[in-house]
């Protein structure tokens, strides 16, 4: 959430994009930060890492 502003220009807005967090509320706001700047392809997961209910491979 602290670089996406600054990351944009490295960013392709064709590509497709998971956004992530703990929590679901920063990846959220990112997520708003991308479209806001012409990204069509944002996805971000609902309810972030708290709600994951699979393993996680390390």
Same mark, same amino acid.
């Given at each position: 959430? $602290?670089?996406? #502003?600054?990351?944009?220009?490295?960013?392709d !807005?064709?590509?497709?994009?998971?956004?992530?967090?703990?929590?679901?509320?920063?990846?959220? $706001?990112?997520? #708003?930060?991308?479209?806001?700047?012409?990204? !069509?392809?944002?996805?971000?997961?609902?309810?972030?890492?708290?709600?994951?209910?699979?393993?996680?491979?390390?």
């Amino acid at each position: 959430m $602290q670089v996406i #502003e600054s990351m944009l220009s490295e960013l392709d !807005k064709e590509q497709k994009y998971l956004v992530v967090c703990r929590s679901g509320n920063r990846s959220a $706001q990112a997520s #708003e930060i991308l479209v806001e700047n012409g990204f !069509k392809n944002i996805y971000n997961m609902t309810g972030g890492m708290n709600e994951w209910k699979f393993d996680i491979e390390q």
